[in-house]
């Protein structure tokens, strides 16, 4: 297990699935966690059990993130390391609303999933910079399968995956090339057994067993096993290791699509 003990994090999305098994994975490494949410009774439930602090929060309100970055450096001294993991899915293909609601849902998850991670990158580098001693930090951001192949049935969020991709590497080589010390990294989950596959498979019934079915492994991830990823990314295991993706998709993406 990576030693994440004297770090710092910030977990976003932590009331559910892959967030809730990431502060657990880091508290349980060492780190103190500033857990995240917009539901505060399961969020504030789920740190209060692992020792973390709790805070509220919308991602997408960009002007909020440096009040949540500050509670953390007020809590904890620095900022070692940021999971921007909250996200949500739309719902909707191309053609499938019409105008008002195809943009309504587009706007929506793409400020959450999309300009959420991007405002966390931002603030967290401007505390990450500015650590006792030496400026240096880990940013690992979640995209999804769904950024290599997307799904036609959800345009906004397949398309803001994708997006997230690309984010990491951009804000990992600015700081490369600003000598930060920060190294910003994603994590590609395949289907896992979460609130967001329970949500999808509202808007498309039979997602689930479709998905399962994706990997040769022949079976949804457990939370668990994506924190561990998101655990090595953040620790100081990989120094070398930025503008990087780990796939965790249970060798989904590695098979050809006949078999
Ligand atoms: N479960 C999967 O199969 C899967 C696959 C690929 C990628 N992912 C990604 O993993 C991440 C975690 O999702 P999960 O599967 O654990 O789903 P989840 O629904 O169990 O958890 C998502 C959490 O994010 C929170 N959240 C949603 N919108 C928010 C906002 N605006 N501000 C703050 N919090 C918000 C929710 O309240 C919830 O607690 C997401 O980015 C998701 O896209 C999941």
Same mark, same amino acid.
């Given at each position: 297990?990576?030693?994440?003990?004297?770090?710092?994090?910030?977990?976003?999305?932590?009331?559910?699935?892959?967030?809730?098994?990431?502060?657990? #994975?880091?508290?349980?490494?060492?780190?103190?966690?500033?857990?995240?949410?917009?539901?505060?009774?399961?969020?504030?439930?789920?740190?209060?059990?692992?020792?973390?602090?709790?805070?509220?929060?919308?991602?997408?309100? #960009?002007?909020?993130?440096?009040?949540?970055?500050?509670?953390?450096?007020?809590?904890?001294?620095?900022?070692?390391?940021?999971?921007?993991?909250?996200?949500?899915?739309?719902?909707?293909?191309?053609?499938?609303?019409?105008?008002?609601?195809?943009?309504?849902?587009?706007?929506?998850?793409?400020?959450?999933?999309?300009?959420?991670?991007?405002?966390?990158?931002?603030?967290?580098?401007?505390?990450?910079?500015?650590?006792?001693?030496?400026?240096?930090?880990?940013?690992?951001?979640?995209?999804?399968?769904?950024?290599?192949?997307?799904?036609?049935?959800?345009?906004?969020?397949?398309?803001?995956?994708?997006?997230?991709?690309?984010?990491?590497?951009?804000?990992?080589?600015?700081?490369? %090339?600003?000598?930060?010390?920060?190294?910003?990294?994603?994590?590609?989950?395949?289907?896992?057994?979460?609130?967001?596959?329970?949500?999808?498979? %509202?808007?498309?019934?039979?997602?689930?067993?479709?998905?399962?079915?994706?990997?040769?492994?022949?079976?949804?991830?457990?939370?668990?096993?994506?924190?561990?990823?998101?655990?090595?990314?953040?620790?100081?295991?990989?120094?070398?290791?930025?503008?990087?993706?780990?796939?965790?998709?249970?060798?989904?993406?590695?098979?050809?699509?006949?078999?």
């Amino acid at each position: 297990m990576p030693d994440l003990s004297g770090k710092a994090a910030i977990v976003t999305g932590c009331a559910s699935g892959i967030g809730a098994a990431t502060v657990r #994975r880091l508290a349980a490494d060492g780190a103190q966690v500033l857990g995240t949410d917009l539901d505060a009774e399961r969020g504030a439930a789920l740190c209060a059990e692992v020792g973390a602090v709790f805070a509220v929060q919308d991602v997408s309100d #960009r002007a909020a993130w440096p009040a949540i970055v500050g509670q953390a450096v007020a809590a904890f001294g620095r900022l070692d390391i940021l999971v921007n993991n909250a996200g949500m899915v739309s719902g909707a293909g191309i053609g499938d609303l019409d105008d008002d609601a195809m943009f309504a849902a587009w706007d929506q998850v793409l400020a959450v999933n999309l300009t959420g991670t991007m405002a966390g990158c931002r603030a967290a580098i401007a505390a990450m910079r500015e650590n006792p001693g030496v400026p240096k930090g880990a940013i690992v951001n979640i995209a999804s399968t769904t950024a290599i192949a997307p799904l036609p049935t959800d345009v906004g969020y397949s398309a803001s995956k994708g997006a997230v991709r690309v984010l990491s590497k951009s804000v990992a080589s600015w700081c490369a %090339q600003h000598q930060l010390n920060i190294r910003c990294n994603t994590v590609i989950p395949g289907a896992t057994m979460t609130g967001i596959l329970e949500a999808a498979e %509202q808007h498309t019934p039979g997602l689930i067993a479709a998905v399962a079915k994706t990997s040769p492994l022949n079976r949804l991830a457990d939370p668990s096993e994506t924190a561990a990823a998101i655990a090595f990314l953040a620790s100081d295991e990989c120094p070398f290791m930025t503008g990087a993706e780990m796939l965790v998709d249970g060798g989904a993406l590695s098979i050809h699509p006949g078999f």
